[in-house]
C-alpha cells in the first residue's frame, strides 16, 4: 500500500530536549516535505527535500532541522523544542512531474511541548 | 508572499444539499489542489487542476480550475454526514515551486 508515515503518533516532551520525528514513504517520491498546522493558521511549509541531499527551507523553518539522506526518508529534528513548537505536525511526498505535483500526506504527529 | 484565500472559516449545510468553496488568490498559480482532511488524519487529496478552465469530477465533488488562474472552486453535491471535515485549497506557481496552502473551511452537515 502507498503510504507515508510518520512516527511518533503523539509526543509530549520538555523544553529543551532534542527530538527527532520520522518520515518513510514507500513511493519513490522525489519530493519530500514537512507542515505544521496550527488553529487560524492553516498548513505551514517547514522543510522541503527536492531529492536525496537536497533540502531547502519552507516558511516556518527557525528551530527546526532535516536531513535527506536516503530518498524515502525525511526525518524532522528539534534540537531544542520550545513551547511555541506544540503543533500537529504532517510529512507530505509527491512526484516531481513536470508542471504537475500531488501531495501524500502522513497521518500526522501531534506534538506537545512543555 | 502568495497567499489563499478561502472563506467563511466554516459552513454548516443540512443533509442532501450542494455545497460551493472558493478559493482566490491575487497571485496567478498553474496547479491548483483540493483536500479534505478527517478528524486526526492528515490531509487527502480529492482533486488536483492543471490547466485553467479545467472542470474536473470525483464522484459528488466537481472542482474548476478558473480561467483567470486566480481562483478556483469545488462543489459538493449531495451533502451526506461523512463529507465533514476541513477543505483546503492549495495553489503552485511552477514546477519548481512549493504549494501554498489555504486556510480551510470547516464544513458541518447536520443529519
Known amino acids: 500500500e502507498a503510504q507515508v508515515t510518520q512516527n511518533p503518533r503523539y509526543l509530549i516532551t520538555v523544553t529543551g530536549k532534542k527530538l527527532t520525528v520520522t518520515c518513510s514513504q514507500n513511493?519513490?517520491?522525489?519530493?519530500m516535505s514537512w507542515y505544521r498546522q496550527d488553529p487560524g493558521l492553516g498548513l505551514r511549509q517547514i522543510y522541503y527535500?527536492?531529492?536525496?541531499?537536497?533540502?531547502d527551507k519552507g516558511d516556518v523553518p527557525e528551530g527546526y532541522k532535516v536531513s535527506r539522506k536516503e530518498k524515502r526518508n525525511f526525518p524532522l529534528i528539534l534540537e531544542s523544542p520550545s513551547p511555541n513548537q506544540t503543533s500537529l505536525y504532517f510529512c507530505?511526498?509527491?512526484?516531481?512531474?513536470?508542471?504537475?505535483?500531488?501531495?501524500?500526506f502522513g497521518q500526522g504527529t501531534r506534538l506537545t511541548v512543555v | 508572499g502568495q497567499q489563499l484565500n478561502q472563506s467563511p472559516q466554516s459552513m454548516f449545510i443540512q443533509e442532501g444539499e450542494d455545497v460551493s468553496m472558493n478559493c482566490t488568490s491575487s497571485?496567478?498559480?498553474?496547479?491548483w489542489l483540493w483536500y479534505k482532511q478527517d478528524p486526526g488524519e492528515g490531509p487527502v487529496l480529492l482533486i488536483a487542476?492543471?490547466?485553467?478552465?479545467e472542470l474536473t469530477s470525483n464522484g459528488r465533488l466537481t472542482a474548476q480550475f478558473g480561467i483567470t488562474r486566480k481562483d478556483s472552486f469545488l462543489n459538493i453535491s449531495a451533502s451526506i454526514p461523512s463529507d465533514v471535515g476541513i477543505y483546503f485549497c492549495?495553489?503552485?506557481?511552477?514546477?519548481?515551486?512549493?504549494?501554498?496552502f489555504g486556510k480551510g473551511i470547516t464544513l458541518s452537515v447536520r443529519p
Open positions: 507530505a511526498s509527491s512526484f516531481r512531474r513536470l508542471m504537475n505535483t500531488e501531495a501524500f
Open positions: 497571485s496567478i498559480f498553474n496547479t
Open positions: 513511493m519513490n517520491h522525489e519530493y
Open positions: 527535500s527536492m531529492n536525496v541531499e537536497v533540502t
Open positions: 492549495a495553489g503552485q506557481s511552477g514546477a519548481n515551486s512549493k504549494l501554498t
Open positions: 487542476l492543471y490547466k485553467a478552465g
